[in-house]
């Protein structure tokens, strides 16, 4: 008898003790790291948590006071057909399966035991949705910077795993840094010069997908730099003649042709032509046409632009022999000059010239 009343003591007590032992939640998944499309579960096993509902929650990265309850118990509340709910009695877990993943289920997925309305007991599990790079907006556009000034060019990208990030230049020219290659958010230029001008890629990769790409244009402005390709030319009078100068500047420069401090301009005697090759390329020609004494001399390119002032000079000097071309082919009737058709003519001319110079020189 004694014995009986122990025991239905003991049961008594061991209820009692049973039902004050607080909901607890035993397991959670780990994070989880899925594809685009693919299918995910999310398990929550909990004891002690009969009387009470368990519920799944989606959680805002950035608020934590924005909260989408998913389910409650063995019910869901989102009326998604991707979303289902298993639970299993024998061990009192609750599956979230979520199919067709799509990007904006990345998340934290909250288990919760909600005890009372200022008491509960949670446990989350990170849900990453691997995504392919997406280059922001606030990554460099353009430049247009002066020579000499220092750069920063910057890429940032989105995409999960991070992207990571590096640089190349069109046809894989060697960067200001050196190397074809440059790998890191952003690319320093200490002091930018001329032949650094171009187009500049940035590369964001992840292994998701092709990875982005996106173009950066940097322009460099510089004073005009001049070469002349000829600096010293002859043709005979009564003849055209080209006159070239190569200039290399940006912006593009206001090119003028002079002659004893006059600028020339297009009319009978002389024909100017600008031929812009790129932003920063222009060759300009001056031609002299049907060239008189006074033509001869000394003719100045310059070239200038808000960067800088530069010239140089060509010279065009007399020659007996007309010059081919541009004068291949040219006749000038009543002028006295022999008009030019062939090889064999021009040598038979100086034949002739330096037959009747050496008659002179003796008698």
């Known amino acids: 008898m004694h014995r009986r009343v122990i025991l239905a003591l003991i049961c008594v007590f061991l209820q009692t003790v049973a039902a004050q032992r607080s909901p607890t939640i035993s397991y959670i998944s780990q994070e989880q790291i899925k594809d685009i499309g693919e299918t995910v579960e999310l398990v929550c096993s909990v004891q002690y948590a009969q009387d009470y509902p368990v519920l799944w929650i989606k959680v805002n990265k950035d608020s934590a006071n924005e909260q989408v309850a998913l389910s409650t118990g063995t019910a869901l509340i989102i009326r998604d057909s991707r979303f289902a709910l298993k639970h299993d009695t024998a061990s009192s877990s609750y599956t979230l ?6 990007e904006t289920d990345a998340g934290r997925y909250q288990c919760r035991i909600q005890i009372s309305v200022s008491n509960l007991v949670s446990a989350e599990v990170e849900l990453s949705v691997r995504r392919q790079p997406i280059i922001s907006d606030n990554s460099t556009q353009s430049l247009v910077v002066s020579e000499g000034q220092p750069v920063v060019l910057e890429c940032y990208a989105n995409g999960f795993p ?7 230049r069109e046809n894989n020219a060697i960067l200001p840094t050196g190397g074809s290659i440059y790998r890191g958010n952003t690319l320093k230029i200490s002091a930018i010069r001329k032949e650094d001008r171009g187009t500049y890629y940035c590369i964001a990769e992840n292994g998701v997908g092709r990875g982005a790409r996106r173009n950066m244009n ?29 200039v290399e500047a940006y912006p593009p420069p206001a090119i003028i042709w002079l002659k004893d401090n006059v600028q020339l301009s297009n009319n009978q005697h002389y024909s100017i032509s600008h031929f812009a090759t790129a932003d920063e390329y222009t060759d300009t020609t001056i031609r002299v046409i049907t060239i008189e004494k ?14 800088g002032t530069v010239e140089t000079k060509v010279e065009l000097f007399e020659s007996i022999i007309p010059v081919c071309p541009p004068a291949c082919g040219q006749a000038h009737q009543g ?20 037959l009747t110079r050496n008659f002179y020189a003796k008698y």
């Not at 399966?97 to 799509?102: P, R, S, T, V």
């Not at 940097?218 to 006159?243: K, N, W």
């Not at 002028?335 to 330096?354: A, D, E, K, N, W």
Request: glycine share 6%.
């Open 162 to 168: 991070p992207p990571r990030i590096s640089w190349r």
């Open 335 to 354: 002028t006295g000059v022999i008009p030019v058709f062939s090889g064999p003519l021009v040598i038979l001319v100086l034949l002739i010239t330096m």
């Open 218 to 246: 940097v322009e460099v402005e510089f004073a005009p730099v001049i070469t002349a390709p000829r600096p010293r030319l002859g043709q005979a009078l009564q003849y055209d003649m080209d006159l070239e100068c190569h």
């Open 294 to 307: 006074r033509q001869y001399g000394e003719y100045i390119c310059r070239a200038a632009n808000k960067l």
């Open 97 to 102: 399966q979520i199919k067709d993943i799509q």
